[in-house]
């Protein structure tokens, strides 16, 4: 059974995205970026990891960087009012 993005989140996960930087081997000289995004709880980042770790088993690809992006806690969104300025008759 999947557990909603809220429910995740209250269990600490949040919004994590990984850049992947790698190369492929018919094209050793030239750096790929693959984007991934998922909900995962810092600072161990399990998802991620096992993800990395699918990578390096099923992936024909050289990993040279990953870059982590992580939200932070939960929090209402933000929200701005406009004065609005007018007569009523």
Known sequence: ????????????ARLTTAEV??????????????????????PDFPRLKQFLD???REIEAVIHSVHVAHAGLIKPAEWRGAALMEKIH
Request: charge should be negative.
């Open 1 to 12: 059974m999947n557990e909603t993005d809220f429910a995740a989140q209250l269990r600490g």
């Open 54 to 56: 699918h990578w390096r």
């Open 21 to 42: 930087l790698y190369y492929r081997p018919d094209y050793p000289s030239l750096l790929q970026s693959f984007c991934w995004q998922t909900q995962d709880i810092a």
